[in-house]
């Protein structure tokens, strides 16, 4: 599985930026789909997920602000960042599971700074 994302960039605060994850396989066939960050100094952590049965998970500090969403034509993953902090910058990664071979895949970083 390849993942490829997208979108990241400078975002003024209180901005909205949307990021996308292009998956090489049928996202159907992919257990959960999500997107972690890393900021300078911190360890990764979860964003947000969707599983393959539409359940959503967000991490506290998002709720209310990002929306993770799929296109299961595209075989894209989005997550679309509203009303930005300056901490929500760091390196995003998307990341798919597929549990049942315990595979683990990562995409490259994509880089959101949020700053005036």
């Known amino acids: 599985v390849q993942l490829q994302a997208s979108g990241g960039g400078l975002v003024q605060p209180g901005g909205s930026l949307r990021l996308s994850c292009a998956a090489s396989v049928r996202i159907l066939s992919i257990d959960a789909m999500g997107w972690y960050r890393q900021a300078p100094g911190k360890q990764r952590e979860l964003v947000a997920r969707i599983t393959s049965g539409i359940r959503t998970d967000y991490a506290d500090s998002v709720k209310g602000r990002f929306t993770i969403s799929r296109d299961t034509a595209k075989n894209t993953v989005y997550l679309q960042m509203n009303n930005v902090k300056p901490e929500d910058t760091a390196v995003y990664y998307c990341?798919?599971?597929?549990?049942?071979?315990?595979?683990?895949?990562w995409g490259q970083g994509t880089l959101v700074t949020v700053s005036s």
């Open positions: 990341n798919a599971a597929i549990w049942t071979i315990k595979g683990d895949y």
